[in-house]
């Protein structure tokens, strides 16, 4: 059975977002007008409460439950003096101007306090906007008020009374991540069982494992303890995190290696191959998170691995040991125990009695480290400038372009810039809204005409733009601009009795002033360059790297708690989704001379990120023997690892000059001829410090290239 939808967390909240605007319309429309009002003076209102209920579902970002009701209620407070702004200053333009310019600015410069404060701003913003074309007269302002509150209401309905129940998610993007697995496992078996796998078959296999990792960390951002609490009462969010996370490595290894032991002919051994097969097959069928305990869920996984941990002994003890593949044998089993482990302390837990539940608190308050007061401007308050030096120009761009509609430059920029930091990334979000709006234009100015006059139809298809601009939002921006210009022309042909070419021909040319305006403010205020906003992110990850890997090669000499590293190890992919993300626009300049070198750098830092994952697997590794000598050989690769990192993080702020960089040779050599061979010692040490040496290799390396000396 096939996974569902990995879009499906899109798909709900566009769905919301829909599902919001057309009850705020369509109740606020059949109110008023059984209140006596005619159909055009309702149809204002309902607008403006259909993006009231629109804007509660996707603007609202606050952490907790309870911070995200309150901002939802004060929305509609905010909404209301938006319009009661653009309704006082109706008749001055100039006073207009200066308080969008003011609401753009805000906008930006309190997020420094929380998020909140630009989701208010931002309806502000949006209403004032509306209120500013319309020219609201007084005494129309109760029906508009009217229309917010009901619009708030459904979105407070929607995001926190029907579709509240994110326990349910939980469960079935759990289920959606086992599906997947399930699936993955089938083909691992498929590729085993057969003498060579089709190229065909290896891409699929590729896609399948790229998939699961991106169904783990959907599932990890979905883990909370009262949802955890209420689905597997006993259990622990980090034991269902490690559980998620041991997992997918579980498979990623599998397949990495099963195409190294073909390529090895390693496979050829019948004994070895049914043993994979028999592995992988029980880890397939095993039912950890079910809640009717089966004792014998788990046993047959338990004989397999036992018996694949047999014939490694064996292979170790023959005189003609196999070279160059018995570790990827090693890892398997490694990794297939530490599922294993993980599963039957899951149903440990789930069958725990309870009056015998033992708590204990998960979470350990950090002190936090005195830090040297930053004197320079914090990011929120340069991008504020930026948007106001922004605002500024598009509205005297927008009076010279669109004296009837001015604001939709500013409007433009503002969206331009919002999300954005590196001039890089401003550029591409103009360039993709720039061509999205040519071709929503050209699309919606054809099917506005071909649907003009039939209301019903033309509704339904503004609906179906709303749903899919904030579906595809996430995939393709160019999408998502595409069919807010779609929207854009049927509104226009809906509301003005007919749409005109040269009326979203200037909306098309608006969008592009706009974009054009962000991009060249961006190039002169505060600019940010895109190199130096992969360096931040590069930093950002290795600021989380250096005590995930310290801390692991601490718990080898002493108890560190490093129950907490899965989760870290999810933080670690979506920081190096962050790099990826920030570097495309240098990515997609073959002939820029940073080109070669980001793609370097997203090389070694996607192996570092590999390396990194599979720490995770031996963090729970207890009773390791070794002499007494050894100790300080560990405090030096701390030492090492993290001075490594800080001069690498300084070398990539251009800072570190005539800095050296540690090999880790002679404590990997000390630790190799003092520490007891497998047989005997119940844990073997060298196999879990293998990639701690390629994390230092692979740092070095890069500190190599960057002008770093090297010290052995």
């Not at 783990?216 to 995190?241: C, F």
């Not at 073909?262 to 069928?285: F, G, M, P």
């Not at 992969?534 to 310290?550: C, F, G, H, M």
């Amino acid at each position: 059975m096939l996974a569902s939808d990995p879009g499906l967390i899109r798909f709900q909240k566009a769905g919301r977002a829909t599902l919001s605007l057309m009850a705020s319309v369509f109740t606020t429309l059949f109110l008023l007008q059984l209140a006596g009002t005619d159909a055009a003076g309702a149809l204002t209102p309902a607008i403006v409460s259909g993006m009231a209920g629109m804007l509660g579902i996707m603007i609202v970002m606050d952490d907790s439950k309870k911070d995200k009701m309150l901002t939802t209620g004060l929305l509609g407070f905010s909404a209301m003096a938006g319009v009661s702004i653009g309704s006082l200053l109706a008749e001055s333009t100039i006073f207009t101007d200066i308080s969008m310019v003011l609401l753009i600015f805000l906008s930006f410069y309190l997020t420094r306090f929380g998020v909140r404060y630009f989701s208010l701003c931002m309806i502000t913003f949006m209403t004032l906007y509306f209120s500013s074309i319309l020219q609201l007269s007084g005494s129309q302002l109760p029906s508009f008020y009217f229309g917010i509150w009901i619009g708030v209401a459904y979105a407070f309905l929607f995001n926190f009374i029907l579709f509240q129940d994110t326990a349910k998610n939980l469960k079935r993007s759990i289920r959606s991540f086992h599906f997947q697995s399930n699936f993955t496992f089938n083909l691992l078996i498929e590729g085993m069982q057969e003498e060579s796998m089709t190229a065909h078959q290896r891409e699929e296999l590729r896609r399948n494992v790229l998939k699961l990792r991106d169904y783990a960390v959907m599932v990890s951002e979905y883990i909370n303890e009262d949802d955890v609490q209420k689905l597997w009462p006993g259990l622990t969010p980090s034991q269902l995190r490690l559980y998620i996370f041991d997992t997918g490595m579980l498979i990623e290894t599998l397949t990495d290696s099963i195409r190294s032991l073909k390529k090895a002919n390693a496979l050829d051994i019948e004994e070895l191959r049914n043993l994979l097969v028999w592995v992988t097959r029980s880890l397939r069928d095993a039912e950890v998170l079910a809640h009717q305990y089966e004792e014998q869920n788990l046993r047959e996984a338990e004989l397999a691995v036992q018996a694949l941990r047999l014939l490694i002994m064996d292979l170790f003890n023959r005189e003609d040991k196999p070279a160059g593949w018995l570790y990827l044998i090693r890892r398997i089993e490694s990794l297939a125990n530490h599922v294993i482990e993980g599963g039957i302390t899951i149903q440990q837990a789930l069958h725990k009695i309870k009056d015998n539940e033992i708590k204990a608190s998960e979470d350990t308050p950090e002190e936090d480290e005195p830090s040297e007061e930053d004197k320079s401007l914090k990011p929120s308050t340069k991008k504020a400038f930026q948007a106001l030096t922004a605002a500024i120009i598009s509205i005297i761009a927008g009076q010279i372009l669109s004296p009837d509609q001015p604001y939709w430059v500013l409007l433009t920029a503002f969206i331009v810039l919002l999300g954005t930091e590196s001039i890089g990334r401003i550029y591409t979000k103009g360039f993709q809204r720039s061509v999205g709006t040519i071709i929503g234009a050209v699309i919606g100015f054809t099917l506005a005409r071909v649907v003009s006059g039939h209301s019903v139809l033309e509704i339904t298809l503004i609906f179906a733009a709303v749903f899919f601009s904030f579906y595809l939002f996430e995939v393709s921006y160019t999408l998502m601009s595409m069919f807010i210009t779609m929207l854009v022309a049927f509104m226009y042909d809906l509301l003005l009795g007919g749409i005109s070419f040269s009326l979203i021909s200037a909306r098309v040319i608006d969008t592009i002033a706009g974009a054009g305006i962000a991009f060249g403010v961006s190039l002169f205020i505060f600019p940010k360059k895109t190199k130096d906003k992969v360096a931040d992110t590069i930093n950002d990850y290795l600021q989380e790297l250096k005590p995930y890997v310290t801390e692991y090669v601490r718990s080898f000499r002493e108890d560190v708690n490093v129950k907490e590293l899965s989760g870290k190890g999810f933080l670690l992919d979506q920081k190096l989704k962050t790099i990826n993300v920030e570097a495309q626009s240098l990515i997609k300049k073959p002939g820029s001379p940073r080109h070669a070198d980001i793609n370097r750098w997203i090389t070694l830092f996607s192996a570092i990120n590999y390396y990194a994952r599979h720490l995770v697997a031996s963090s729970y590794r207890k009773g390791f023997d070794y002499p007494d000598e050894l100790v300080d050989v560990f405090i030096r690769i701390e030492e090492k690892l993290e001075l490594n990192i800080e001069t690498l993080m300084d070398l990539i702020k251009e800072s570190g000059d005539g800095t050296l960089v540690y090999s880790l040779d002679r404590e990997r050599e000390q630790i190799e001829r003092m520490a007891p061979p497998r047989q005997q010692s119940q844990r073997d040490l060298i196999h879990h410090l293998y990639f701690v040496w390629r994390i230092n290799k692979a740092i070095v390396e890069l500190a190599e290239e960057l002008g770093a000396g090297k010290e052995q």
